[in-house]
Structures are given as C-alpha cells and as structure tokens.
C-alpha cells in the first residue's frame, strides 16, 4: 500500500495488539505496549549463541561406556527429539502466523527477536547433535515417528490452522478469538507447558554433572522461553483488555479444556522419556509437577485453577518456575552479557 500524505500524528489511543485503528506500523513511537519493548530489550541484553559453549566433556562422557545409563541415553535423545522440532513450530508460528496481524510496531519488533531467538534455540540443538555425533535423521524426525511427540505437536499444528490461511483476516469476532486461541495455546501450552519436562529432564542431567555443556545451552534457551511466555501472557492480557468481548465464558471453558489436555499428553510424553523414573522423578511426581506449572499459567491469565497441588519438585523451582528466575542465572550468564543489567 502506498503511504499517504498525511501531517496527521498517529493516535496512541487508536493502536491496539491487533485490529488497530491507526495502524501505522512502520512508526514505532507512539509506544502503548511498553512492555513489548522492555521484553526486547531484555532478550538483547541476554543475547547469547550455542558455540560459545564448550561441548567437550559432554563428548567424553556420550562416548564413554561407564557414565550415562541406558535410560539416561534414551532420556536425553528423546528430550532433543521434542526440542528440535519445537523450536522451528514456535518460529512459524511467531513469523507465517501472528507477525503479519498484530498492529503493534512495538510487538512486532519483540517477534522479530523471538523470532530470531528459536532461530538459535534450533541452531543449540543442531550443535548438541552433531558435536556428540548422534543420527541426525532419528533426532530431527522424531515427531514424526515417536507419538508422544507426535501428539503434543498436533496438537498446537491442528489449532493453527485457521491463522495459517493466507486468506485468514482479523477483525470479525470469530476470527479475533481464534486468533486469541492461537496466541494464548502457543505462549501457555507449546511455551509453557511443553518444554518444561525435557527441561526438567536436563536439569536432572546437570545435577548428575552429566551432559553440562548441553545442559547450560538448555538454561539459556529455558531463561529466554520464560520470557516468550511472560510476553505471550502479557499479550493474552492486553487483548482481553482492548477486546473484552472476545473473552466469554465458553471461550475461557474452551482454554481450559486445551490446557487440560495438553497436561495429559505432557505427563504421556513424560512417562515416555522416563520409563522407569530418574533422577529422583518418578511418573506420579512428574503428574503432580506438570499440574503444578500447568495452574501457574492458568493464574497468569485470570483463568479457574484446575489442579491445587504443592510443587513436587521444589528444587525444580529454584531452577525453573517462573517467580524464582530472577536469580537463578546470576553467578553465570551474566558473563555472557555484553551489557546492561540483567533483568528479567
Ligand atoms: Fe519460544
């Protein structure tokens, strides 16, 4: 579209996350959703890259007959297994999916460095396979071929469909919830929920003091997954804010059920990973855990707590939940910092 003349300044009560009404989104300032900006800032200032890494202890010991257990291998091909196609579903979905609808330029500047962020996470696991010589083709096709990957992917694929037609437009009520689907499945679900079993998995590694150069990437990619689900859920609450008609009671029954769901197919993909327990986690741990994160993003939204259990893993949550991170990269990845403060 050819740009108007037009000595009009854009209207900051008229941008919204998506269906803004003076969407201009090549000026950046007006700003209204700061925190778009802050979170590209903090992912900036945690910018880091997998080769930085060094992957030669974890070389020694993948190679050695004595250190890793049978089930600690499988473990941690299967958790590399989900991650590697992970990524590259949050990368679509963040470029081909939401990018081109938002009408926030200060949003679609954070997307672009989320965006660039699973770039690197793919790269982090493309690296960890190929240093450790594992077979490419059975990692990288594993959704295809393990079902409990299989359907945590289908999953959030099959919900996106609608937003992937080139033809699929904002702004009627239908296709504003569904895009609010979109957004609240891929922060609270693929963001949320679906990592954080095979990041428990590599935390467990680590605290072995096994596979610790693998495991530190995983930190890295965990600290800035967090901040794609604050963001996500910042972005689910704005919408609800600036739409509130979209927000009905059976749309909020209709997230649940997902979530829900999705709980169940991440407790599967857990027991999977660990057949017979490990590292002190055994599968009714691993349940109780899941729900345990799965009512923390249910109640960073405003929806029904669905489970009420006590963190069974509590050590996990120095590591991982949400409201604990602030500290927990302080002694290390602030030497990766190139500058600024470390917050987030
Ligand atoms: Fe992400």
Do not use: C
């Not at 200060?106 to 396979?129: D, F």
């Not at 055994?282 to 963190?311: C, H, S």
Request: proline share 3%; hydrophobic share 40%.
């Amino acid at each position: 579209m050819p740009i108007q003349i037009n000595a009009k300044p854009v209207d900051i009560n008229k941008r919204r996350i998506i269906n803004g009404a003076d969407a201009d989104v090549m000026q950046l300032y007006p700003m209204r959703h700061t925190f778009a900006w802050e979170a590209y800032n903090v992912g900036n200032a945690n910018h880091w890259l997998p080769t930085e890494i060094g992957m030669q202890k974890d070389i020694e010991q993948w190679r050695s007959k004595t250190v890793l257990t049978e089930d600690e291998r499988k473990a941690f091909e299967t958790v590399l297994g989900f991650f590697t196609t992970a990524d590259s579903i949050a990368a679509n979905n963040v470029v081909l999916a939401l990018y081109r609808h938002v009408t926030s330029p200060e949003v679609r500047m954070y997307l672009l460095r989320q965006g660039y962020e699973e770039a690197i996470h793919t790269h982090s696991y493309q690296y960890i396979v190929e240093s450790l010589g594992l077979d490419e083709s059975k990692i990288f096709n594993m959704y295809r071929e393990v079902e409990a990957i299989y359907n945590k992917d289908n999953l959030v694929l099959s919900l996106n469909e609608g937003i992937f037609d080139p033809a699929f437009k904002t702004g009627t009520f239908e296709n504003d919830q569904k895009f609010l689907e979109n957004w609240a499945v891929f922060a609270l679900v693929m963001e949320g929920i679906f990592f954080y079993s095979s990041f428990a998995v590599m935390f467990g590694f680590q605290r072995q003091n096994k596979m610790v150069g693998a495991a530190e990437q995983i930190q890295y990619i965990m600290r800035d997954e967090s901040q794609h689900l604050n963001f996500g859920i910042n972005i689910v609450n704005a919408i609800k804010e600036e739409q509130p008609e979209l927000w009905t009671k059976e749309f909020q029954d209709h997230l649940v059920d997902i979530i829900r769901r999705a709980v169940v197919l991440e407790y599967t993909f857990a027991k999977e990973v660990f057949p017979t327990g490990i590292f002190g986690m055994n599968a009714a741990g691993f349940k109780q855990y899941i729900e345990y994160i799965a009512d923390r993003r249910l109640e960073r939204v405003g929806l029904p707590l669905q489970y009420n259990v006590e963190n069974p893993f509590p050590w996990m949550s120095e590591a991982i939940d949400i409201s604990k991170e602030k500290n927990f990269f302080e002694t290390r990845v602030t030497e990766y910092k190139i500058g600024g403060q470390l917050e987030w």
